[in-house]
């Protein structure tokens, strides 16, 4: 009897499209899933007879509470090596192994640029107005040229994003917690000398952090009123990072120009949601990975991931705190 494999969250369709799901078919029986299951009842009611479930990204938590309502569950794959909506302690305890797969960085940066051009230049509104046959010109942009880049991460993406900023002319500042001058000076970066000091002095504050306890929350209020009122802030790391009722009141009562933000808190965005209509902000709907070589990537790998676990040698394995723990 063949195993089920539910893939879920395949909003463009081309989940079994971008992989040769063949190799799987004596032993598997693959469904996919184009929309989001935001109800658990219904999301375990679908996959509850699934021992195999490959999830994109962090759209689907898998929560200790979801996974004890899948007992057939016994391999959880997800695109990329860090998904922070599994509960990776849980499903070991539970007996289910987690798989990642590999993920590129260049989209993302791509798409960073894609918001701070757009913003910078006005490019929605202006769009806007020449289909409806408003104004001709009716907004000034922003120079790139001799402004100042604020880059909150200069990790695998902020380092690309840096250089892209040196390409357009911009001074390039960075801080973390963790940055040090060497890792600063190795990508010809300034170091700004606390998160206070970089939100004050730059014309863009872009995003590239990791989410966790030190990270959740890092810009709120009182950072976002320390930012220039002719500021832009990108966003296309975690939601959670950005204060989001804080973000929509520095929008509303103009404590910055605008912002670009790829990440919600929820996904999809719920409709009615204030982030869905205020006029200063430029949103994508989390297409910061969306490529077609990181699909065949993330897919390409799931099968792998699935064939290696049926040959009982599971590779690309993420393993949660207390298994890591335990084998230290």
């Known amino acids: 009897m063949k195993l089920r494999c539910a893939v879920l969250d395949d909003y463009q369709g081309v ?9 799987l078919a004596d032993a ?9 299951f935001a109800d658990e009842d219904e999301l375990a009611e679908a996959i509850g007879d699934c021992e195999i479930v490959v999830v994109m990204r962090e759209r689907t938590p898998f929560t200790g509470r979801l996974l004890a309502r899948l007992p057939r569950l016994r391999l959880l794959v997800t695109s990329g090596m860090r998904n922070a909506s599994i509960d990776l302690d849980a499903a070991a305890r539970r007996g289910v192994t987690v798989c ?9 940066v791509e798409l960073t640029w894609a918001l701070i051009l757009g913003l910078a230049r006005q490019v929605v509104r202006e769009n806007t107005a020449l289909r409806e046959h408003g104004p001709w010109q009716s907004t000034v942009g922003a120079d790139l040229y001799g402004s100042r880049l604020g880059l909150l991460g200069l990790g695998r993406t902020g380092s690309r994003v840096a250089r892209i900023g040196r390409a357009f ?14 890792r600063a000076r190795a990508e010809d970066v300034r170091l700004a000398s606390s998160k206070e000091e970089l939100l004050e002095t730059s014309d863009f504050v872009s995003v590239h952090l990791v989410l966790g306890d030190r990270t959740r929350g890092l810009l709120g209020p009182d950072e976002l009123k320390r930012m220039r009122p002719s500021a832009y802030l990108v966003n296309t790391s975690r939601a959670a990072v950005v204060d ?31 982030l869905r209509s205020l006029p200063n902000l430029l949103a994508t709907p989390h297409l910061g990975y969306v490529t077609g070589r990181n699909y065949r990537t993330y897919y390409e790998q799931a099968v792998e991931d699935i064939a290696a676990f049926l040959e009982g040698n599971p590779v690309r394995r993420l393993r949660g705190r207390e298994v890591s723990a335990h084998v230290e």
Do not use: C, K
């Open 15 to 23: 989940a079994l499209s971008a992989a040769d799901w063949s190799r």
């Open 28 to 36: 598997v029986e693959v469904t996919s899933y184009r929309r989001h």
């Open 100 to 108: 990642g797969t590999a993920s590129s960085s260049e989209p993302p």
């Open 169 to 182: 002319g911009m001074e390039v500042t960075a801080w973390s917690r963790n940055l040090t001058a060497e």
């Open 244 to 274: 989001q009722a804080a973000l929509v009141r520095a929008l509303r009562e103009g404590w910055i120009a605008g912002a670009g933000v790829d990440v919600f808190e929820t996904e999809p965005l719920p409709d009615g949601h204030a």
